[in-house]
């Protein structure tokens, strides 16, 4: 079933959300290093019921990939894709994220530097090298030839990066966990084919029924899970669905951020968006605090109560872009995210390729005095723009990359 969300090829309220996630992951991350800084600008543990804005940029982040979903789906569709075209270009872009994502966990932490081969900045900025060949976007103009080999060459690449891997008593790579990266590609993959699923066979209201609900039974599926995965031992299929930790609560919320963006952009409900988007914001925030009331707020456990509380401060915050934007037309300022919006990917890495850099050459690029307080806080910020400003400058010299 056609179901067009826009004719236009990217939507500036969609691309600023984005842009302003970025520059806040890119902030938090380099703040993360910071010491002395107050509680409400770090991540909360895991057993603290509660969340920050810092809890709030990863399921931001799942809730943009949401959005975006109809439109990248319609324009593969508008190409003369099929919907089995189209599922094989989700999981190529879920396997690519996974990949990338645990090749950034193992760089962080499980290795053994005495063990090394080479060190291991120096593997993480060849990791990254490696990264680029193989999903850049190339010029028309280059030959086919050319960019195959480049892209043969960084999976190459890897695989002697993933044989160079050496973890304490001579293990390998592991999936630790599947990193930031891994999590987004395992939600987009389950949202992106249940959506693809609806897609082809219900209608726009039907079909957002149906991913309401399933939105939410993926949050409560994750809920009953995690409190009887103790007596789940006798049966394979829920003890692997519990294994999954918090994947259904991230795909749940990549799912609610299709929800808003079919709310906002599906031509069926132009006529009546603000009542369905109050209607919509209304709900999730009822189900937020109801959801608490058994379910504590908890980030790294990805609780039902954290997963509804983030899509209900998303919701509030796209709300508020889209009026900027669309509303008031105060556009002027939004040419400040331009680089994130567009080549997030690259944004996103760019620091760690700055930071295997400076290890490579020993040089600590935060200065003493930036360690800690308001110093380290003004740093971050300024590192975020640095890195804004980088992302925009190669953006403009032709570096995009794209799974």
Known sequence: MNNPVSNANRVLSIDVFRGIIIFTMVFVNELAGVAD???????????????????LVFPAFLFIVGMSIPFAIQARANKGDSALEIFKHIALRSFGLMVIGVFMVNAES????????????????????CVLLIWSNYPKTLSPAISLGAKLIGVAGLLMLWWL???????????QWWGILGLIGWAYLLAGS????????????????????????????????DKNKADLADVPVLETLAGFNGNHTHAAIVLAG???????????????????????????????????????????????????????????????VYWLVDVKQQRRWTAFFEPSATNPLLVYILPYIVLSLCGIFGFYLRPEFFNAGVPGIIWSLLFACVIMGIGALLTRMGLRVKL
């Open 165 to 175: 891997y050496q973890g304490p008593d001579n293990t390998g790579m592991t999936t």
């Open 194 to 225: 249940l959506f693809l699923i609806t897609r082809q066979f219900a209608s726009p209201a039907t079909q957002f029924f149906t991913l309401a609900v399933t939105s939410l039974g993926l949050i409560v599926l994750f809920f009953v899970l």
């Open 258 to 320: 299709v929800i808003l963006s079919q709310l906002f952009y599906l031509p069926n409900f132009a006529t009546s968006k603000l009542k369905n988007y109050s209607i919509f914001t209304g709900v999730v925030c009822a189900l937020a605090f109801a959801s608490w009331q058994v379910s504590p707020i908890s980030k790294i456990w990805a609780t039902p109560s954290w997963a509804l509380f983030s899509v209900f401060f998303c919701c509030l915050i796209f709300g508020a």
């Open 37 to 55: 800084i107050p509680q409400w600008m770090k991540h909360l543990p895991a057993d603290v019921d509660g969340m920050t804005f810092v809890d």
């Open 110 to 129: 499980g290795y053994d530097a005495a063990a090394m081969s080479i060190s291991m900045p120096l593997w993480t900025l060849l990791m990254f090298i």
